[in-house]
């Protein structure tokens, strides 16, 4: 059969009009929608799901449901819509993590998910970021991809661990497995030769991220929990990481930058988790109090990575800042990166300029009372020179408390009675007072809503409640949870 031009996206995706056959240079000069509805329509053939777009019913719109593609068979199709056929176009992968049933797990979103994930889409589509993709777990991937409206959503056929990680609480829906997910996406992604950029959505974005990023002459560019110049490791940091931050800088996955000439590294990540998932813990790893930490770090993506790179790493990292060598000081301004070499392949950590730790805690409301009248007024921005704050060791509840304060996109989805979905958002008037601090920022803030009284917005303490609140300049590897 001839195929039909479709001039425009309609009701939905494969309805086609009756034009003349097209011509291969009249399919060129299809508009960009159409040709992606095309690409939907193929991926619904053959890999037995389907992307239904906006329906139109009785003059009002209302969003469509998406339903998840199992991304283990139609891969390359959906990276092709993803990316509209641009294929050095990077494409931004966002991991949902679905609410663990202890709310506190500090990876969990809570009841947030939804907003969580949209807040990060639409912070990236506003840096001009349109190319996305969205991987969740399968159990939960129908109502999360409905619900977050992401052009491209789905899961990879699930992996199964051993019976015997049961002990310690890793079943196929454990978020470890999720992550797992997520390297071995990725892997495939970068060997059909697209650049990824892997974000966690529990980042507030202040500022594109990826111009900064992609300049560096990178393969592979991570985030870091150790701002460089490195120092020397404190206890509690040598117990994780296992030795002075002087030879080692510990990356964080919740960034990552990657080019197609890094695959192997992060097929290797892939490999070895998922073999030890499939085998049975080594329990000789643990000893004494520490029973179970050192067990999951097996099958901790982020410690295998930092594992692998321990590895593989065959010089020392050297530290630039633009131009060149920095001493301290480029450090404190948080503007040092750093670069090593795996045989070939060359990696590297970002600045916290571009990334780095977002601290916080809740308040009670006598206690931000107090504070609130002697705080100052007028300067509370959190390190405007810092474009993502990353809350990765912060309490759920305080991170839902936080989110509708300092980030722009949550509070319009809380103000917007019309969306669907949007978790503790929706709650966001009734969210007690929040402290916070970032890895950049000299200062703590107090920040509280309108509906608490006294004023609202964010105010910077006075030193002696700085300290009192505990949240200091969150610039270590283990700032607390909070």
Same mark, same amino acid.
């Given at each position: 059969?001839?195929?039909?031009?479709?001039?425009?996206?309609?009701?939905?995706?494969?309805?086609?009009?009756?034009?003349?056959?097209?011509?291969?240079?009249?399919?060129?000069?299809?508009?960009?929608?159409?040709?992606?509805?095309?690409?939907?329509?193929?991926?619904?053939?053959?890999?037995?799901?389907?992307?239904?777009?906006?329906?139109?019913?009785?003059?009002?719109?209302?969003?469509?449901?998406?339903?998840?593609?199992?991304?283990?068979?139609?891969?390359?199709?959906?990276?092709?819509?993803?990316?509209?056929?641009?294929?050095?176009?990077?494409?931004?992968?966002?991991?949902?993590?679905?609410?663990?049933?202890?709310?506190?797990?500090?990876?969990?979103?809570?009841?947030?998910?939804?907003?969580?994930?949209?807040?990060?889409?639409?912070?990236?589509?506003?840096?001009?970021?349109?190319?996305?993709?969205?991987?969740?777990?399968?159990?939960?991937?129908?109502?999360?991809?409905?619900?977050?409206?992401?052009?491209?959503?789905?899961?990879?056929?699930?992996?199964?661990?051993?019976?015997?990680?049961?002990?310690?609480?890793?079943?196929?829906?454990?978020?470890?497995?999720?992550?797992?997910?997520?390297?071995?996406?990725?892997?495939?992604?970068?060997?059909?030769?697209?650049?990824?950029?892997?974000?966690?959505?529990?980042?507030?974005?202040?500022?594109?991220?990826?111009?900064?990023?992609?300049?560096?002459?990178?393969?592979?560019?991570?985030?870091?929990?150790?701002?460089?110049?490195?120092?020397?490791?404190?206890?509690?940091?040598?117990?994780?990481?296992?030795?002075?931050?002087?030879?080692?800088?510990?990356?964080?996955?919740?960034?990552?930058?990657?080019?197609?000439?890094?695959?192997?590294?992060?097929?290797?990540?892939?490999?070895?988790?998922?073999?030890?998932?499939?085998?049975?813990?080594?329990?000789?790893?643990?000893?004494?109090?520490?029973?179970?930490?050192?067990?999951?770090?097996?099958?901790?993506?982020?410690?295998?990575?930092?594992?692998?790179?321990?590895?593989?790493?065959?010089?020392?990292?050297?530290?630039?800042?633009?131009?060149?060598?920095?001493?301290?000081?480029?450090?404190?301004?948080?503007?040092?990166?750093?670069?090593?070499?795996?045989?070939?392949?060359?990696?590297?950590?970002?600045?916290?300029?571009?990334?780095?730790?977002?601290?916080?805690?809740?308040?009670? +409301? !006598?206690? /931000?009372?107090?504070?609130? =009248?002697? %705080?100052?007024? @007028?300067?509370?921005?959190? &390190? #405007? *020179?810092?474009?993502?704050?990353?809350?990765?060791?912060?309490?759920?509840?305080?991170?839902?408390?936080?989110?509708?304060?300092?980030?722009?996109?949550? +509070? !319009?989805? /809380?103000?917007?009675?019309? =969306?669907? %979905?949007?978790? @503790?958002?929706?709650?966001? &008037? #009734? *969210?007690?007072?929040?402290?916070?601090?970032?890895?950049?920022?000299?200062?703590?803030?107090?920040?509280?809503?309108?509906?608490?009284?006294?004023?609202?917005?964010?105010?910077?303490?006075?030193?002696?409640?700085?300290?009192?609140? @505990?949240?200091?300049?969150?610039?270590?590897?283990?700032?607390?949870?909070?």
């Amino acid at each position: 059969r001839r195929a039909r031009c479709p001039p425009r996206l309609t009701a939905r995706v494969g309805r086609f009009c009756s034009h003349p056959p097209c011509s291969p240079a009249a399919r060129m000069a299809v508009d960009q929608p159409a040709r992606l509805a095309l690409l939907a329509l193929h991926l619904a053939v053959a890999g037995g799901t389907q992307l239904v777009a906006d329906r139109t019913t009785g003059g009002r719109r209302r969003p469509a449901h998406v339903l998840p593609l199992n991304l283990s068979s139609s891969l390359p199709a959906a990276l092709q819509i993803a990316s509209g056929g641009r294929r050095r176009d990077v494409i931004v992968l966002f991991t949902a993590v679905f609410p663990d049933k202890q709310s506190t797990t500090q990876v969990s979103m809570g009841g947030d998910t939804i907003s969580f994930l949209r807040a990060a889409m639409s912070s990236m589509r506003r840096f001009g970021h349109s190319g996305q993709l969205v991987l969740t777990e399968q159990e939960h991937a129908s109502r999360l991809c409905g619900l977050a409206a992401a052009p491209v959503c789905g899961f990879l056929s699930p992996v199964t661990p051993d019976a015997a990680w049961g002990r310690y609480k890793v079943s196929r829906s454990h978020y470890y497995v999720l992550f797992l997910q997520r390297w071995r996406l990725l892997s495939r992604a970068l060997h059909l030769g697209y650049d990824m950029l892997s974000v966690d959505t529990d980042i507030i974005w202040t500022g594109d991220p990826y111009p900064s990023a992609a300049s560096l002459p990178l393969d592979a560019a991570f985030a870091t929990d150790v701002a460089p110049p490195m120092g020397k490791a404190d206890d509690r940091d040598r117990a994780v990481i296992g030795e002075s931050t002087t030879s080692h800088l510990p990356l964080n996955s919740g960034f990552m930058l990657a080019r197609p000439e890094a695959q192997r590294l992060f097929a290797e990540v892939a490999r070895r988790l998922r073999h030890r998932l499939l085998q049975p813990p080594n329990r000789t790893v643990a000893s004494g109090r520490a029973r179970e930490e050192p067990v999951l770090h097996q099958v901790f993506p982020q410690m295998v990575l930092n594992e692998v790179v321990k590895q593989w790493r065959s010089t020392p990292w050297s530290i630039h800042s633009g131009a060149g060598s920095v001493g301290d000081a480029a450090a404190v301004a948080g503007t040092a990166s750093a670069s090593a070499k795996l045989g070939t392949l060359r990696i590297g950590v970002l600045p916290h300029s571009t990334v780095g730790r977002l601290c916080g805690k809740r308040l009670s +409301r !006598a206690e /931000a009372d107090l504070m609130w =009248q002697s %705080a100052a007024v @007028g300067n509370c921005s959190l &390190a #405007a *020179s810092q474009l993502g704050l990353h809350a990765q060791m912060v309490n759920p509840l305080t991170r839902r408390a936080l989110w509708p304060l300092l980030h722009p996109v949550v +509070r !319009a989805q /809380a103000r917007d009675s019309g =969306q669907e %979905a949007l978790g @503790g958002a929706h709650g966001a &008037a #009734a *969210s007690p007072s929040v402290v916070v601090s970032s890895a950049l920022t000299p200062h703590v803030c107090l920040c509280r809503d309108l509906e608490q009284g006294m004023g609202s917005g964010c105010r910077t303490l006075m030193p002696q409640h700085s300290y009192r609140t @505990g949240v200091k300049r969150c610039k270590g590897f283990a700032p607390g949870f909070r």
